[in-house]
């Protein structure tokens, strides 16, 4: 199976550097970028006036959760959670469930994102719904033990069915991860628990740390420590560790998470409507730490728009530290393309022959990214999900000119709205 | 001329509330919102899985500035002025500024605004394209005379020259409005006269005030008081003043607009790209003070959309307050409508029987923007300009499914991309 992508802007390399060019794509990787590649291919795509981009990495959320998205919103965290997601999530079957990982994965191929690394429940069902959609998925089981021992012995055993099943799918794309929720929800034998499964089976773990300052004061409360200083003594961090949010961290966190090479999520979107705080991006990266982004579920962003995202994150940082060079557009986008494919150890995120062919055409023949003075500024600044027409994972494609083929749109949204009706 | 929108859901009245409806429109005005309406119309138009929603009121821009897009992002201010847009905008003709006029208004149409308050320069080449594109317009030269009493008289004879341009067009959408830029790049001897002159011939007012740190402690220490206690001491302020940002008020300059009656612009997005700061929004609005939102222009937005204006509000005030509930969705919907069209004295912003029929038409057939749990939140938190299928200003069509139909999108993009080619 070959792929041949004509006259298109690409986003080229490491450097980001827009070139006109021609990319050829065989089996599941870039292999040729040219201008006027001459060889034969299976399906050849115009992309006149289009950019060709990498694909996005959506580095943390919850994607079933797009069945709550304006339910409750513009509220207290604890309001939100007591009166209006949990009681819902309690009646969540295993269908439920697939169904809102049917909204979340149609979402995100339509808005150009590649791969995701995502935490709720019945993952099982989310990774058949991962496996049909085309899309990479890292999924993790979110683990809650409240310190209670009994629970954990059955959130260990639900993360262990998960992976088996997962494994079983003999998937590259669908991928299991270890997810403890929190450190302020997992009893410190879980978290010790899981870094011992990890390490015996190869696989990542995500976890939410320092979120937000209530979370990070009852932290140190109960042990004395921040959550970061807490994981990093029971020896749980390392390079295969993503933790989501980190926006209450000190120097000592960030000199912490320097050290063991573990990546931070960052999600300005939820953590601006969920008035969370504002995480200290550009410490984090002087620090050498790397920094990817995400948009968390659906209920708290409301969507999953990487595009979107990338402008919220380079905005918030600016307004913060009423500095305008923060944050710039390369480095956002690295953020939402490259650093996600490191974290999850993908030879992606970059348009350059032998990368994996995970990359997204964008139509910038529209007014609002024209005229076409600086690429990589339009998609962090102007664009969203919408220009986005077509999407290509693996070397396969799943959205051509803003057909999803891989997923029936009609179909997935008509069960939306019978599932969420069935939940009020 | 009748237009009669059918089936669908519709956000209706002052309160915003959805309800499935069929909308009338007879002339320039909505007549009727009932289910089943069974009058003929010239145009019927099927929304069926659409949303009905006011049109946007851009109360903050510079319209032609779209053709500077991207050409300088992450930089200090004055960096930013002096380097890259000043140079480029001392080259731009008439002609040049008319294509940056007709970039803004399709840019506009396609993200269903269908007002906009303007300061530029050229502004009878916008006052033109206005026209012809079918929006409101309300278009003020932007005044500048440093102090300097030559270059004043100057100023105000090109204002009154573009007043009567615009007066001379005789349409009921273009409408002049006086432009001085800010009270430090005025004289008070300019600010002074153009009260006189809004006086003598009704115009609305519109200036930049207390946008930056900078600019409020250099008025602060030439004047001994804050640019709104100024403006207020020499009778400059009223009903018919609308300020654009007013980021750095105190309490008492909240207590001045309150009193008099201003309208205040809201900027998020151009607030945090430029890090000027944050704006006391809340205590705006507990003041009783009208705030309105808008874009700024595109060099440093880096668009017109206004639905992702709303959601920057939303975001940056939750945040930064550390509340989730500041600046809800339905407050925020109002500012980007309602509240606009009523600091531009516009019986509009409203669907309702009587009211202007300015109206946009989005698709809600999209999987970011289901299940429909709460559409006005879905507006504000998850739709973008893209959604925007038919915009309707004054009761006529500006596009219909996309397809813009007053002006032609494929031409103003290559005139664009022309016109920035010889500016470099």
């Known amino acids: ?101 049917y909204l979340g994965a149609l ?45 954990m012995e059955k959130e260990i055993k639900e993360a262990l069915r998960t992976m088996d099943f997962i494994d079983g799918l003999g998937s590259d794309r669908v991928n299991f991860v270890f997810g403890p929720h929190a450190p302020y929800t997992c009893s410190i034998a879980l978290l010790r628990e899981v870094r011992k499964l990890a390490n015996e089976h190869g696989k990542m773990i995500t976890i939410h740390v320092s979120e937000t300052m209530a979370e990070t004061g009852q932290i140190t409360e109960r042990y004395g420590k921040s959550p970061v200083v807490l994981l990093d003594d029971i020896g749980f961090l ?53 920094v990817g982004l995400g948009t968390d579920g659906a209920a708290s962003n409301n969507n ?47 348009i350059k022959e032998d990368y994996l062919a995970d990359l997204a055409i964008i139509n910038f023949n529209r007014p609002h990214l024209r005229p076409l003075n600086n690429m990589v500024s339009h998609l962090v600044y102007s664009a969203n999900g919408n220009d986005v027409e077509t999407t290509i994972v693996d070397g396969k494609i799943l959205m051509l000119d803003g057909e999803v083929l891989t997923l029936s749109e009609e179909k997935i949204i008509d069960m939306a709205e019978k599932t969420i009706g069935g939940l009020g």
Chains 1, 2 share one sequence.
């Open 107 to 151: 979402e995100m191929i339509k808005a150009g994102t590649v791969a995701f690394l995502d935490m709720y429940f019945n993952m099982d069902a989310v990774a058949e719904v991962t496996l049909e959609s085309g899309l990479r998925g890292y999924l993790g089981y979110g683990m809650i033990d409240l310190g209670d021992p009994e629970r």
């Open 304 to 350: 999953l728009d990487m595009l979107e995202e990338m402008k919220l994150a380079a905005l918030l940082h600016k307004v913060h530290n009423l500095d305008p060079t923060v944050a710039d557009a390369k480095t956002v986008f690295k953020m939402a393309t490259v650093n996600g494919a490191k974290a999850l150890r993908l030879n992606a995120g970059v």
């Open 1 to 101: 199976m070959s792929i041949l992508i004509r006259n298109g802007h690409v986003i080229y390399g490491e450097g980001l550097k827009p070139v006109r060019a021609d990319v050829l794509i065989e089996g599941n990787r870039i292999v040729k970028v040219a201008r006027g590649i001459n060889e034969e291919a299976d399906t050849v795509i115009d992309a006149t006036g289009r950019v060709v981009s990498p694909g996005f990495v959506n580095l943390h959320t919850h994607s079933p959760m797009g069945l709550f998205r304006g339910l409750a919103d513009d509220l207290p965290l604890m309001e939100w959670l007591e009166k209006h997601i949990w009681p819902r999530e309690a009646k969540l079957t295993r269908e439920h469930t697939k169904v809102g990982a």
């Open 238 to 290: 390392g390079r295969d560790v993503i933790i989501a949010h980190g926006v209450w961290l000190d120097s000592r966190d960030i000199q912490i998470l320097a050290r063991n090479g573990v990546t931070v999520a960052h999600n300005p979107g939820s953590n601006m409507k969920l008035a969370s705080g504002v995480m200290p991006v550009q410490k984090l990266l002087n620090a050498g730490v790397n």
